[in-house]
């Protein structure tokens, strides 16, 4: 990785993730700032920058689809991503906002703003600014088609660090014994 | 207090711009602005767009298993989320005092986690703003643009965030989403070697949260004109105090003030916090918003988190905290400050008694000792709260005699601060936008009032709404996977 050689892009979002799977990435610390060198950073919650550019080299997902914007959002990144990675279970397998998957969403909306307590005017919101919520929690690949899977919630930052180094130096990632984590 | 904004009378006739998605922020959420033809503002929303269930799903669960799963609503304070739900379920097994290990070590947890989340906030999504102007080049606001024009700074926010982990790990065995905190106290003490490890750094550590104090302070009071009056509204406030009224971020009573600093209540029971809030459902966002029953919907909503924390104390008790809290008083001339920016300079002050009390910790012998778990007799219900970065948090649960959670409820940090956000950027809107070209720029105007809350949109996400639509949801293939109508 000489200096002239032109960074890659990497765009990264959380779809319905906690952000903690983001959180692990920046958990590499002051290797930051050695990635800082290889990359830049495109659409991100970490810049302003709010659409994928089309030509992306990599792109990160946190989260699984939990209502019609992410499923937009994640078309998006496949359509100007290179490489795409699910990061985390809720990627994954839809983590665990997928517990609610058992249960009718039309229950859980009348509890949580009709029967929960406290809530002085029970109404359902239902501007057209909000979008639809998926009556169920998707994991990703069901979706789209992905490149590479990191397990974990979140997967450490050692995991996410050797991924990514690895696609930098232009390696087939292996996470291995040790990296390979699922809690 | 008015709503002024919040809803034009002829929206169908307006032009819609939106900021999709708000950035340098933790989670999800959009602004929509409606203009007329001369660009004049009539309408300005903070719309909180996701979804997750887990006040419904969570039910039915053993109610040992919700301090673990209910960390999953936010990764970036998922400790306060742990912590929340362990005192209410610490009222669950009867245990009404914990012991001084177990409560050190949670203090111990919490306050790394205040670390580590303003340190993030201030250097890795706010700086770009503070230091480089709220208007300033899109590619460069963010910490890689700080890296590149002040690597120092850059460099210590990492390092601060870095420690803040560091004191999670130990005490929760993992950074992101642990395991420390059980009903009842704690599932393991510090080994000395573990201890040691963080003592070697925490001098610099206090040193550095100094310096973000005075840095912020620097901008702040170079550029008055700006830093008081941006996006300003005035509200009330609340936060838990601790004993004699100090600050205090894992235990205390609730006491709020209203706008001029007067008590509207103080020394409450937060077993109680029910007949004191109550919340408010709005077609537009799913997410709630919170007032104070006894001053009504119109009047009684309020503002959480540093800016409220650290003008609804006393005092606060660590020596270097309590000399820049004095400063910050003085500043403010007496009356209590409502300027949103001023959130930033609290958050650091803030991040210094972090710092402090993190230091004092790691000089007790209580973190070693293995008495760690208590219990007493078994309740069925229990609310917990902290002050979390963000504001305070309410979890209270409901639990059968099977040992399964039957209810719910949570209002977090961000909740409490939905109508103070929308008037921040309400205001920013009539000062800024109307009438004028919408340019980047002044949009990002909008996001520098919304992040100075801090807002967690992914922890407020936690309930759900429904639309009148219709989706289907497709594979790589073409094939439908479902789909959904509604009526
Ligand atoms: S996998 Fe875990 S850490 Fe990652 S977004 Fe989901 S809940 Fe958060």
């Known amino acids: ?183 | 207090m008015s709503y002024q904004l919040e809803t034009a009378e002829h929206p169908e006739m307006l032009r819609r711009v939106a900021i999709d998605p708000v950035s340098r922020v933790e989670g999800h959420g959009k602004v929509t602005i409606l203009l007329d033809d001369q660009n004049k503002v009539h309408q300005v929303r903070l719309h909180i767009v996701e979804f997750r269930g887990f006040e419904k799903f969570i039910q039915g669960r053993p109610y040992w298993e919700v301090p673990v799963m209910v960390q999953r609503l936010c990764g970036i304070c998922p400790v306060s989320h742990h912590l929340a739900a362990s005192k209410a379920l610490d009222i669950i097994v009867g245990a009404k005092k914990l012991t001084p290990a177990a409560e050190k070590l949670r203090r111990l947890m919490h306050y790394g986690q205040m670390l580590q989340s303003h340190a993030l906030h201030f250097f890795h999504l706010c700086s770009p703003d503070l230091l480089f102007g709220f208007d300033s080049d899109v590619t460069r606001r963010n910490i890689v643009g700080v890296a590149a024009a002040h690597p120092e700074i850059a460099k210590r926010g990492v390092l601060l965030r870095k420690f803040g982990q560091e004191v999670i790990r130990v005490t929760a065995g993992k950074r992101v989403h642990g395991t420390g905190a059980v009903p009842g106290g704690m599932n393991k003490s510090l080994t000395i070697a573990e201890r040691d490890e963080l003592l070697k750094d925490i001098y610099h550590i206090v040193a550095w949260s100094r310096d973000a104090v005075h840095l912020i302070q620097k901008v702040h009071t170079q550029d008055p004109g700006l830093y008081n009056s941006f996006g300003i509204f005035r509200s009330n406030f609340m936060s838990l105090v601790g004993h004699n009224g100090d600050l205090d971020f894992y235990h205390g009573t609730l006491r709020a003030r209203d706008d001029n600093g007067k008590l509207i209540f103080d020394g409450v029971d937060y077993q109680e916090y029910d007949r004191y809030i109550d919340e408010e459902v709005r077609s537009w966002s799913y997410m709630k918003f919170p007032y104070f029953r006894s001053l009504g919907k119109e009047h009684g909503w309020y503002k959480v988190g540093p800016l409220a924390r650290v003008q609804n104390c006393n005092q606060i008790s660590t020596p270097f905290a309590e000399h820049e809290r004095k400063e910050f008083v003085d500043y403010a001339g007496g009356t209590p400050m409502h300027a949103p920016l001023a959130y930033h300079w609290t958050r650091m002050i803030e991040m210094l008694h972090a710092a402090e009390v993190i230091k004092e910790l790691l000089h007790d012998d209580d973190l070693l000792s293995n008495d760690l778990m208590v219990e007493g007799e078994r309740q069925m219900e229990g609310v917990g709260v902290i002050e979390a970065p963000r504001g305070t948090l309410f979890h209270h649960y409901r639990v059968d005699e099977n040992d399964l959670i039957t209810m719910a409820n949570l209002i977090v940090s961000t909740t409490n601060n939905n109508q103070a956000m929308n008037e921040a950027v309400r205001h920013v809107a009539r000062r800024y936008l109307h009438g004028h070209e919408v340019t980047e720029g002044l949009l990002n105007h909008i996001e520098v009032a919304i992040r100075a809350f801090d807002p967690c949109l992914s922890c407020a996400t936690h309930a759900l709404g429904k639309m009148p639509l219709a989706v289907e949801l497709v594979d790589a293939e073409g094939l439908l996977i479902h789909s959904l109508s509604r009526a």
């Not at chain 1, 949580?112 to 005017?121: A, E, L, Q």
């Not at chain 1, 057209?128 to 069901?142: S, T």
């Not at chain 1, 997967?155 to 291995?176: H, M």
């Open chain 1, 1 to 183: 990785m000489t200096a002239p050689k032109k960074k890659l892009k990497v765009a990264t979002t959380s779809l319905a993730g906690c952000f903690g799977c983001h959180m692990s990435l920046l958990d590499i610390d002051e290797r930051l700032f050695t990635l800082l060198e290889h990359i830049e950073f495109d659409r991100s919650p970490l810049t302003d920058i709010k659409e994928v550019s089309p030509d992306c080299d990599i792109g990160i997902i946190e989260g699984g689809l939990c209502n019609a914007e992410n499923v937009h959002v994640l078309r998006d990144f496949r359509k100007n991503c290179k490489i795409l990675i699910a990061l985390g279970a809720c990627a994954i397998n839809g983590g665990l906002p997928a517990q609610r998957n058992h249960l009718p969403l039309t229950t859980i909306l009348e509890e949580v703003y009709h029967t929960s307590p406290g809530v002085s005017n029970g109404m359902i919101p239902n501007d057209p600014e909000l979008p639809l919520p998926l009556d169920q929690v998707h994991p990703i690949h069901e979706v789209v088609k992905i490149d590479y899977f990191i397990p974990g919630c979140p997967p450490s930052a050692e995991a996410i660090w050797k991924v990514l180094t690895d696609l930098l130096a232009g390696r087939e990632p292996e996470l291995g014994h040790g990296l390979m984590h699922y809690d």
